[in-house]
């Protein structure tokens, strides 16, 4: 229950919490023990030394494999929509935020919120449509239908790819905000559908603007995601996934609860932080800095998209996909 508490937490902006020596397990107190010691320092030292002397992948071959099958993902959900529209198959009808799948309502959770919020009226449609659209994200870890789904998330992933090659050039500097933006923003988009009667966030959302413009044809909206995006590459490194965008943080809250997790196991990790600089969220990530970690194997958070990005780029395989409680590794 303490953390399901510290990850929503995380995911609400609050910064990862220092834990003392005293409230770790005993495995973890005798795994950080183990790995002062003055051999295990070398051996771990000379590990990193090694690793470091392998030629360094670039940023766009961490975690290949998972991005692959992201990108199909991504790919395949979004053209499904578009697909039936234009041929008019009947599958899927709508767009990302509200659709029906073979005649079943779906409705993206924060659509609905703000539809609800808007109108002030409960539509029992939606209810069913966002509740089954909540169980299934629900099912594979909520901000999983950020890097599975989200049309956005693949042309900021573009993006975040560019913003660091041009940061490692040194021809600009990353401008990290403050993640608590997030969850006042979160407040702002709601109040506003309250108290003007229009889903205001959906008219600058870029993940319906795309969703859209992929259906229905592109149109004078997207020139807002062409300003986001040359925010995320000139200034600000995935600012509206990181700082802004209420989607993500409502999925956010069911992966706090959500069956697949990513796991971290404090013994074969070596602490270089190799899994922090791919991570969209580097702080669900604290844990794996050097004496962090209270037990030996720990969840990553609610904000965590099962990206799988860390895994691939953790050279010693500390960081895995996992379905909680269960024995086998994915
Ligand atoms: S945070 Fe929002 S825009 Fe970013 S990937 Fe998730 S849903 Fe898409
Ligand atoms: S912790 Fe790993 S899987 Fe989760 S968002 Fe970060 S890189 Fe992706």
Sequence with gaps: MRGIVQSIKGLLGGAPRKQSQDEFTEAARELHRFKRQPEERKKRIALIREELELPKLSFTHHGFKWRKWRWASITLINMLFVVSFHYDVQLVEGALTASRFVGFHMADLNSALQITLAHKHVVINLV??????????????????????????????????????IVGKGWIKGHPLDRRMRTVLYVVFALLALGTGYTVFES???????????????????????????????????????????????YGFLGS??????????????????????????????????????????????????????????????????????????
Excluded at 149 to 154: K, Q, T
Excluded at 216 to 225: E, F, S
Excluded at 311 to 320: K, Q
């Design 204 to 250: 600058i959302s870029p993940v319906g603007i795309l969703s859209r413009a992929l259906v229905y044809g592109v149109g004078v909206a997207m020139i807002w995601v062409g300003v986001l995006l040359f925010i995320e590459i000139f200034f600000v490194r995935r600012f509206w996934c990181r700082y802004v965008c209420p989607i993500g943080m409502t």
């Design 128 to 165: 069913i449509g966002a509740v089954t659209v909540g169980i299934l994200w629900w099912l594979v870890g909520g901000r999983a239908f950020c890097s599975w789904a989200c049309p956005y998330h693949l042309l900021s992933e573009w993006a975040e790819m560019a913003h660091l090659w």
């Design 257 to 330: 609860v959500a069956p697949l997790v990513i796991e971290y196991k404090l013994e074969d990790c070596l602490h270089e932080g190799e899994c922090r600089q791919v991570c969209l969220v580097p702080h669900v990530l604290e844990m794996t800095k050097k004496s962090r970690a209270e037990d030996a194997v720990l969840s990553i958070g609610a904000d965590c998209t099962r990206c799988g990005m860390c895994i691939e780029a953790c050279p010693t395989g500390a960081l895995n996909f996992k379905i909680r409680g269960s024995g086998g590794l994915l």
